[in-house]
């Protein structure tokens, strides 16, 4: 049986999570991630923010945040798209701040679709109160380059920029 889209974004995640696939800012911001519901196009995951990704403050750092709300809000564009995507428009809109660990609700929904552009919105919320961290929204676009392509492109802008 042949694994479908929903199953396969639920793998990815996970990976990620494990450090089993990515790089290892993917690791450290995915640990712990917990997967709560998946179905064709939303994604709800449970989230203890841990010390490792505090900024100078003692608050989840935003580019930690931001990392995470895009590879949710990816998987979740994977679970209704069926295939790999690139974001080509991506916002955050911060209205607090999450301390050490703190539960959060992370939930992805695929809002709207026009041919190769999908987009999806992103809510991370403390658990306990609803209150919203943080609203992402993007737009993802098909890409006919693999994965890997991506990776190699990825490390030669790296390697052109850090010398």
């Known amino acids: ?5 929903v199953q396969k974004s639920v793998r990815w995640l996970q990976g ?10 993917e690791a450290l911001t995915h640990a712990g991630l917990q997967i709560v519901e998946v179905r064709e196009g939303f994604i709800r995951c ?7 990704l505090l900024d100078e403050d003692g608050n989840w750092h935003d580019g930690a945040m931001a990392t995470l709300i ?4 990816g998987a979740a564009t ?3 798209a069926g295939h790999v995507k690139t974001s080509v428009d991506f916002n955050i809109s911060f209205y607090s701040t999450a301390k050490i ?3 959060l609700e992370i939930e992805a929904k695929v809002v709207g679709n026009r041919g190769k552009l999908t987009s999806v919105q992103i ?3 403390r658990r306990d109160n609803g209150e919203v961290i943080a609203l992402g929204k993007e737009w993802m676009g098909t890409t006919n380059i693999s994965a890997s392509q991506m990776m190699n492109f990825r490390d030669s802008i790296k390697e052109r920029l850090i010398g």
């Open 16 to 25: 990620l999570t494990l450090g089993m696939i990515g790089q290892e800012l």
């Open 123 to 125: 809510e991370v919320r």
């Open 101 to 103: 660990q703190e539960e």
């Open 70 to 73: 895009d590879s949710i809000g």
């Open 1 to 5: 049986m042949e694994e479908g889209c």
């Open 46 to 52: 449970n989230f203890i923010v841990p010390s490792h």
């Open 78 to 80: 994977h679970s209704f």
